[in-house]
T-cell receptor, first 115, second 114 residues
Framework: GAGVSQSPSNKVTEKGKDVELRCDPI?????LYWYRQSLGQGLEFLIY????????KSGLPSDRFSAERTGGSVSTLTIQRTQQEDSAVYLC?????????????FGSGTQLSVL | AQSVTQLDSQVPVFEEAPVELRCNYS??????LFWYVQYPNQGLQLLLK??????LVKGINGFEAEFNKSQTSFHLRKPSVHISDTAEYFC????????????FGSGTKLNVKP
């Protein structure tokens, strides 16, 4: 596709359920990021994948959050036992060959609402 | 550690007026600086970036920003705004040691009124 694709665009779930959010980066982009955007706050870094290297998970807020990237392309962010404070927009971004000042290309995000 | 501060959460301005959106950062090493724009229901897109060289950087849609190392600022400006500039603007920073990690500010909502 032409851009970063995220699905679903909206997800409503009940507290305690697990959710999976999907990101399909731009073809050929080796770097993939997940960010969380909460109401009135900036973008919170969650996790970063670069090629076949071990991901940088330093931003994951708890062990209920995990992410994987299969075949160096599609990524899935999983939140287990969702809590109301997990409600936010989850943004995925990808980038081409790593380098200084590279541009991030963002998807439109998944709006997660935990009831 | 790095951080980015956008003091203005909202900036209202009339069409054709000039605007400045403020961004300050903290870092112990040299930085790369970015401004992104987010239109309603869309992802973020790059407006402009500073890597090195001239401190005045020009971007898309008539925006420009100036890097001021002594004041640790990277304010975004436009001499004459349009209704279509209504959006949320995010300042971001990375550094020369870990340029793969980006820190974003809390965003400034620009509301251009007719």
């Amino acid at each position: 596709g032409a851009g970063v694709s995220q699905s679903p665009s909206n997800k409503v779930t009940e507290k305690g359920k697990d959710v999976e959010l999907r990101c399909d980066p731009i073809s050929g982009h080796t770097a993939l990021y997940w960010y969380r955007q909460s109401l009135g706050q900036g973008l919170e870094f969650l996790i970063y994948f670069q090629g076949n290297s071990a991901p940088d998970k330093s931003g994951l807020p708890s062990d209920r959050f995990s992410a994987e990237r299969t075949g160096g392309s599609v990524s899935t962010l999983t939140i287990q036992r969702t809590q109301q404070e997990d409600s936010a927009v989850y943004l995925c971004a990808s980038s081409s060959v790593p380098g200084q000042g590279k541009e991030l290309f963002f998807g439109s995000g998944t709006q997660l609402s935990v009831l | 550690a790095q951080s980015v501060t956008q003091l203005d959460s909202q900036v209202p301005v009339f069409e054709e007026a000039p605007v400045e959106l403020r961004c300050n950062y903290s870092s112990s090493v040299s930085v790369y600086l970015f401004w992104y724009v987010q239109y309603p229901n869309q992802g973020l897109q790059l407006l402009l970036k500073y890597l090195s060289g001239s401190t005045l950087v020009k971007g898309i849609n008539g925006f420009e920003a100036e890097f001021n190392k002594s004041q640790t600022s990277f304010h975004l400006r436009k001499p004459s705004v349009h209704i279509s500039d209504t959006a949320e603007y995010f300042c971001a920073v990375s550094n020369t040691y870990n340029f793969n990690k980006f820190y974003f500010g809390s965003g400034t909502k620009l509301n251009v009124k007719p």
